[in-house]
């Protein structure tokens, strides 16, 4: 019986203390509310900026991408959420996202995730990459919290690179961590 490919992606964990600013974030948009219908919160376990989503990859795709993870792991920036953001777009949107900044040292890291995706024979990623988190999923009767353009937004800090396997379930989708690299702690800015 041949392996059932592993659904895959490579992404950034934020740190501890992003994952808190991430959760007040998301209490400050509930507005006391612990459900709202047709909206699903991110759980702190599933926040990650994602470098590339790869799909279907075969175990030795799979491990070949895990082998390379230390080679990418660079001292990522501090990166500033520069918005909310209701994709695909506002009129029907199915996430609330925390934008944010993309300097170059993050495009670069996202630029080399692609070309490792096309060294193990992923296709090439159609879309542009845009830096974020995604902080809840909505369904189509969900009435989202407007983002305020005025809410103080946090900045995110990210301590290691990992490949997760994703798997789609009644619930959402569900991580598994298959390799993850450390990453280097940054310098400290200006």
């Not at 992606?9 to 808190?20: E, G, N, Y």
């Not at 995706?117 to 919290?145: C, K, N, S, Y």
């Not at 809410?151 to 994703?166: K, Q, W």
Request: glycine letters at 6%; aromatic letters at 6%; one cysteine or more.
């Amino acid at each position: 019986m041949a392996a059932v490919p592993l659904r895959c992606f490579l992404a950034l964990d934020p740190d501890p203390a992003t994952l808190d600013a991430l959760a007040a974030l998301q209490g400050r948009l509930r507005g006391g509310r612990r459900t709202q219908p047709g909206v699903r919160w991110t759980a702190p376990a599933q926040q990650h900026l994602t470098l590339r989503f790869f799909g279907a990859a075969s175990e030795a795709q799979a491990r070949a991408l895990g082998e390379a993870l230390p080679a990418l792991a660079i001292a990522a920036p501090t990166l500033a959420g520069c918005g909310l953001a209701l994709w695909p777009h506002a009129r029907q949107p199915r996430v609330l996202v925390l934008r944010l900044a993309t300097p170059p040292a993050l495009r670069h890291l996202a630029e080399r995730a692609e070309a490792l995706a096309r060294a193990q024979g992923f296709g090439a990623e159609r879309r542009a990459f845009r830096a974020h988190v995604t902080l809840a999923r909505l369904g189509p009767q969900a009435r989202p919290p407007a983002p305020d353009p005025e809410a103080a937004l946090p900045a995110c800090r990210f301590e290691a690179l990992t490949l997760y396997a994703s798997t789609l379930t009644a619930e959402g989708a569900l991580y598994t961590v298959l390799q993850r690299a450390w990453l280097p702690v940054a310098a400290a800015g200006p």
